[in-house]
């Protein structure tokens, strides 16, 4: 496989065209941003960190019958995924209330939501990512009914594996985001699963050990990255 040029550059990876029309490289960069790209830094390690996190959870969606574009692990920063035809939506599960959820219904953050809530975002940076439903994804072409469906289920089917899988490490799946992509008509897991896209409290003492400690200047970004990594049995280094 050799990689080619550059397709892509968002704000934490950059995807890469290979000599194979249907595969990409994904390289995970350390720039993180929040606030729709409004604050931005360099933090040393996150590349390889979220990107071996990433291969690890993909692994064990997929073990668990959930088609992922995952296929391996290049280097530290790069890994070889199945090129999708990305829907531009991000499908949100939040098992606790944190977040943007709490200014907008103006609940308290920690509230237990049973049974988990469900909420789709357009993917649009310029316009703040707005909270959609499923009829704005209907009418403007974003994705067909079936697709729709799919992606619910399997947004939850994620919950149900990694719930149990963080629980075991002491965490809290509080929320997570997921982007999909079709891939020979089928809908199938893209982008990245790690604590930049999901929030993770220790059970115990509720430190928060995802993005919101860069969000929230609570510092210790990466160093929680890792610690959430090792208690799921991750080795760094
Ligand atoms: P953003 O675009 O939000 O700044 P990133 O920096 O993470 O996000 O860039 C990665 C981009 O690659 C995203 O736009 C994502 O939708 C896209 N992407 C992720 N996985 C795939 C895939 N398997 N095939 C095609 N595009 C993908």
């Known amino acids: ?3 080619r040029e550059e397709l892509y550059s968002g704000k934490a990876k950059s ?6 029309a249907d595969k990409l490289v994904l390289e995970f960069r350390d720039d993180t941003s929040a606030f729709d790209g409004k604050k931005k830094e360099k933090l040393s390690r996150k590349g390889m960190v979220n990107n071996r996190f990433n291969a690890f959870i993909m692994d064990k969606i997929a073990a668990a019958g959930i088609e ?7 280097s530290d920063h ?3 995924v199945k090129k999708l035809d990305m829907i531009p939506v991000e499908c949100v599960v939040r098992n606790i209330a944190a977040g943007s959820i709490c200014r907008r219904l103006g609940v308290e953050e920690g509230l237990d939501l049973n049974p988990p809530t469900f909420e789709f975002f357009l993917k649009n940076d310029e316009l703040g990512d707005p909270m959609i439903n499923e009829f704005h994804i209907r009418s403007f072409g974003w994705a067909e009914a079936e697709h729709i469906e799919k992606m619910k289920t399997l947004t939850f089917a994620v919950n149900d594996v990694l719930k ?3 629980l075991a490490g002491g965490m809290l799946l509080v929320d997570y985001k997921l982007e999909f992509g079709l891939f020979e008509g089928r809908v ?3 982008d990245e699963f790690s604590p930049d896209g999901c929030r993770l409290w ?3 003492t509720r430190e928060k050990l995802d993005k919101d400690r860069f969000r929230q200047g609570l510092g210790g970004v990466v160093e929680a990255y890792e610690e959430v990594g090792r208690r799921i049995g991750i080795q760094f280094d």
């Open 1 to 3: 496989m050799e990689k």
């Open 15 to 20: 995807v890469y065209t290979t000599d194979e």
């Open 68 to 74: 992922t574009h995952h296929i391996s692990l290049l």
């Open 78 to 80: 790069e890994s070889l």
């Open 164 to 166: 149990e899988l963080f």
């Open 188 to 190: 199938v897991l893209g």
């Open 202 to 204: 220790d059970q115990q």
